[in-house]
């Protein structure tokens, strides 16, 4: 009787992950692979801020990637005393996303930071089930030889396979986490000012 409930559950758990979008390795890896040739054929074609936009909002989980850019402003808010649970943040959260998303793709995709890869190889070259995502081990291969190569590690959550993080391999660089070190030293115990340096 019990390992008939057992393996129920166990189906349950299968169906429900089926049916809720969760990613699979192969999407999490079609998302990336997505992303990157699509950034590509508009650097190519030197594409407008607009069509950067659509494309990073498309594959980019900007609502993790605020959240966790905000940790540590909830942290201070939490041991001065304050509710980082309370309608005012969250009121606070959304307004802050909107402007943080728009300051993200203006940043990243500007041309300088785009035209480095527009002409390089892109390969997989592994990925790692980490419990809720996907780490995507990949590599910009330059036309100048292995020294001008860049590895990039991109996190993919696995309940929607969006990508919510890229870290610089070798220089251990995560994007999103120099974020966060930002917004955590621009914070200064006022909510409001910190979207303003957002906007």
């Not at 692979?33 to 699509?38: D, F, P, R, S």
């Not at 041991?79 to 793709?105: L, P, Q």
């Amino acid at each position: 009787m019990q390992v008939a409930k057992k393996t129920v559950r166990v189906i349950g758990l299968v169906i429900s992950i089926m049916t809720s979008g969760w990613a699979t390795e192969d999407s999490a890896k079609q998302t990336v692979t997505n992303l990157v040739t699509e950034i590509q054929a508009i650097a190519e074609k030197s594409g407008s801020q607009g069509e950067y936009s659509t494309v990073l909002k498309k594959y980019l989980d900007f609502d993790k990637i605020a959240k966790n850019v905000l940790r540590g402003v909830r942290k201070k808010i939490i041991a001065d005393g304050g509710d980082a649970n309370s309608a005012d943040y969250k009121a606070f959260y959304e307004k802050f996303k909107e402007s943080f998303t728009k300051y993200m793709i203006s940043k990243y995709s500007d041309k300088e930071n785009i035209d480095k890869f527009r002409s390089m190889k892109f390969e997989i070259q592994n990925i790692i089930d980490n419990d809720s995502y996907f780490s995507i081990i990949s590599i910009f291969k330059s036309k100048k030889g292995p020294q001008g190569d860049v590895k990039i590690e991109w996190q993919a959550m696995k309940n929607n396979s969006l990508i919510f993080d890229m870290i610089f391999i070798e220089a251990a660089a995560s994007f999103f986490k120099n974020e966060q070190s930002e917004a955590t030293a621009k914070f200064k115990g006022n909510l409001d000012n910190l979207l303003t340096a957002y906007q």
